[in-house]
């Protein structure tokens, strides 16, 4: 780990005018920040300590749920009425990581994960276009396996490693931001992109601009929502694939739906042709399948990650599943 500066600003002014991205960083609860640090990945002159400025407040109104951006994991998975009225949110949340984890780690921090690549996390692999632009991706003929199907490039196929991200989108939530010439509201479905020819670029978010908040509308479908997630052992492992779903019925029929998925695309990822072909048909198995089918439309797949394009149809039917039978 390299030298650096430590700062704690004491106002938003102060914040954002510490955020010059050549040379610093902002941090929250540090989860990720301390392994790039020690990896050597992350090189900051200086750390800036956003604690002193972000909210940790849950606020409910008749319009939903608002979340600071300094709320911890832990506390948003086990507020009563997430657990009631957004069950995917909760379900993802205490899926993300150990307990220990998510007692520390932040909403807006967990937003911006980095990818977990293995190639992206070795400097001594210089082929890897998000660390070092113009280098190559050493992910296209290498071990592939925890890599995205969908959203990919020939620069880039890491894929995006936020749980929370997918039951967030899937809830239509919106990102609140602060910069040096105002604030600004993305929803969460453009606040990341996908890598095409310069993965460098992982989100919308200006230079030094600042997450503060998360607005998560209420709804009858936020009700009726599930997160399902598979992973290679049972507790803090990153999704080999995962959805969120939300449903509204009319009677037996769906009537609206959203899904979203998980540990299979470079940015959280909404199947928007499996969506579609849900409205005005029954939820059932059958119509669950059909749908979930759609999803990997599109797919680019590595003889390492193929076999996501059979393993994403059946989570997503068994998040369908879940939610159909949720009130």
Same mark, same amino acid.
């Given at each position: 780990?390299?030298?650096?500066?430590?700062?704690s600003p004491r106002n938003w002014d102060e914040a954002l005018s510490l955020g010059k991205p050549s040379e610093s960083r902002f941090v929250a609860g540090g989860t990720l920040m301390i392994d790039l640090l020690r990896l050597d990945v992350e090189r900051p002159a200086k750390l800036v300590d956003?604690?002193?400025?972000?909210?940790?407040?849950?606020?409910?109104?008749?319009?939903?749920?608002?979340?600071?951006?300094?709320?911890?994991?832990?506390?948003?998975?086990?507020?009563?009425?997430?657990?009631?009225?957004?069950?995917?949110?909760?379900?993802?949340?205490?899926?993300?990581?150990?307990?220990?984890?998510?007692?520390?780690?932040?909403?807006?921090?967990?937003?911006?994960?980095?990818?977990?690549?293995?190639?992206?996390?070795?400097?001594?692999?210089?082929?890897?276009?998000?660390?070092?632009?113009?280098?190559?991706?050493?992910?296209?003929?290498?071990?592939?396996?925890?890599?995205?199907?969908?959203?990919?490039?020939?620069?880039?196929?890491?894929?995006?490693?936020?749980?929370?991200?997918?039951?967030?989108?899937?809830?239509?939530?919106?990102?609140?931001?602060?910069?040096?010439?105002?604030?600004?509201?993305?929803?969460?479905?453009?606040?990341?992109?996908?890598?095409?020819?310069?993965?460098?670029?992982?989100?919308?978010?200006?230079?030094?601009?600042?997450?503060?908040?998360?607005?998560?509308? %209420?709804?009858?479908? *936020?009700? /009726?929502? $599930?997160?399902?997630?598979? =992973?290679?052992?049972?507790?803090?492992? @990153?999704? +080999?694939?995962?959805?969120?779903?939300?449903?509204?019925?009319?009677?037996?029929?769906?009537?609206?739906?959203?899904?979203?998925?998980?540990?299979?695309?470079?940015?959280?990822?909404?199947?928007?042709?499996?969506?579609?072909?849900?409205?005005?048909?029954?939820?059932?198995?059958? %119509?669950?399948?059909? *749908?979930? /089918?759609? $999803?990997?439309?599109?797919? =680019?797949?590595?003889?390492?990650?193929? @076999?996501? +394009?059979?393993?994403?149809?059946?989570?997503?039917?068994?998040?369908?599943?879940?939610?159909?039978?949720?009130?």
């Amino acid at each position: 780990m390299r030298d650096f500066e430590y700062v704690s600003p004491r106002n938003w002014d102060e914040a954002l005018s510490l955020g010059k991205p050549s040379e610093s960083r902002f941090v929250a609860g540090g989860t990720l920040m301390i392994d790039l640090l020690r990896l050597d990945v992350e090189r900051p002159a200086k750390l800036v300590d956003l604690n002193g400025v972000l909210s940790t407040d849950l606020t409910w109104n008749e319009h939903g749920l608002t979340v600071g951006a300094g709320v911890k994991n832990t506390d948003l998975a086990y507020d009563a009425r997430v657990v009631s009225e957004m069950p995917a949110l909760s379900q993802a949340l205490l899926s993300g990581a150990s307990p220990q984890l998510r007692n520390m780690a932040t909403v807006g921090g967990n937003l911006l994960q980095r990818t977990r690549c293995s190639y992206f996390r070795d400097v001594a692999e210089s082929a890897c276009n998000k660390r070092k632009p113009g280098s190559g991706c050493a992910a296209l003929d290498g071990y592939s396996r925890m890599h995205a199907v969908l959203g990919v490039s020939d620069h880039c196929i890491a894929s995006h490693p936020s749980d929370m991200a997918v039951a967030l989108l899937a809830l239509d939530a919106v990102v609140r931001t602060r910069r040096s010439h105002g604030p600004r509201e993305l929803p969460l479905a453009d606040l990341h992109v996908v890598p095409g020819d310069h993965p460098e670029r992982e989100t919308q978010l200006e230079p030094g601009e600042i997450i503060t908040e998360v607005f998560v509308p %209420s709804s009858g479908m *936020a009700r /009726r929502s $599930a997160y399902v997630k598979t =992973r290679d052992r049972a507790s803090y492992a @990153f999704a +080999l694939a995962s959805s969120a779903v939300a449903l509204e019925l009319d009677g037996s029929r769906v009537k609206a739906a959203r899904i979203a998925l998980g540990g299979v695309a470079t940015k959280p990822w909404r199947a928007l042709d499996a969506e579609a072909a849900l409205i005005g048909q029954p939820a059932t198995r059958k %119509s669950f399948e059909a *749908a979930a /089918r759609l $999803a990997v439309q599109g797919a =680019r797949a590595t003889p390492h990650n193929r @076999f996501k +394009l059979e393993l994403l149809p059946r989570v997503v039917v068994r998040a369908l599943e879940q939610a159909g039978t949720s009130a």
